[in-house]
């Protein structure tokens, strides 16, 4: 099914192989392959492969990276998995709402979602680096899972709405819909590699014309960040941005 073939999971730091080796069993019963390391504290083991069971040749096509950003630069939608909430909301759903949002997405975009550390999750820089937050509503007394075992039911949802969704079709009906509907869309979304270039530029010219003061910065960028995000330019959309961002600054050069 193509809208699991364009999922990427992604492993923060992992500390432990045997987690990395169990998600990929995870992701590999559920028809997700592409699996991205991002400096993991051990691998390749003996152990991972141990725990990968039937899963080891997804495990041995991982790819290993060194930065989130290797990770996700190329991605035009990021999922940031968190349990705990943050000084500044943003927007947060169910493995279920999430796997929603993904079967609405145009044709050839890449989506990663992405997974923290063992005993720490994801930091807040990481988090904003994502689109949305998904959290999995488990018993309030402990609702802490074990990695490969978060993987293991987002990746079932995913699987479960592109199943409903090829049903659906083959039955002639209608897909269900989110309000943001992006599947006709007539430019590609922005990448997030694009999405950083753009939020640098943003915040050189907020500094260019005084608005900004990075020794008081409080929650500035980061509400900026926030709404950008949410918006999901395409890539003439963020061409058109940047083409203002780019007068304002020259304008604000030639005054005395």
């Not at 997700?32 to 990968?52: G, M």
């Not at 260019?208 to 959309?237: C, H, S, V, W």
């Amino acid at each position: 099914m193509e809208s699991l073939n364009r999922l990427r999971i992604v492993m923060i730091n992992t500390s432990d192989s045997g987690n990395i080796g169990a998600a990929a069993r995870a992701m590999k019963t559920m028809g997700v392959s592409d699996l991205c390391l991002v400096a993991p504290k051990e691998y390749p083991t003996a152990k991972a492969t141990a725990r990968a069971t039937g899963a080891a040749d997804l495990l041995h096509r991982a790819t290993v990276v060194d930065t989130l950003e290797q990770a996700i630069g190329d991605c035009q939608l990021v999922f940031g998995t968190s349990a705990r909430m943050r000084t500044i909301p943003w927007p947060l759903m169910t493995p279920r709402e999430a796997a929603q949002v993904v079967m609405n997405e145009p044709q050839g975009a890449d989506i990663a979602i992405v997974f923290g550390r063992e005993d720490a999750g994801l930091t807040n820089e990481e988090l904003r680096r994502c689109h949305y937050h998904i959290s999995i509503p488990g018993n309030e007394a402990y609702s802490v899972l074990n990695i490969a075992a978060a993987v293991q039911v987002i990746c079932y949802e995913m699987r479960m709405n592109a199943l409903a969704s090829k049903e659906s079709e083959q039955e002639g009906a209608a897909a269900p819909m989110m309000p943001l509907e992006f599947r006709e869309w007539d430019e590609p979304l922005v990448t997030s590699e694009d999405m950083e270039r753009f939020m640098k530029h943003f915040e050189e010219t907020l500094l260019d014309i005084g608005f900004y003061d990075p020794n008081n910065p409080k929650q500035l960028i980061t509400r900026a960040r926030r709404l950008f995000m949410r918006t999901r330019m395409d890539r003439l959309e963020m061409n058109l941005m940047r083409g203002v961002l780019s007068t304002v600054q020259k304008r604000v050069k030639k005054e005395p």
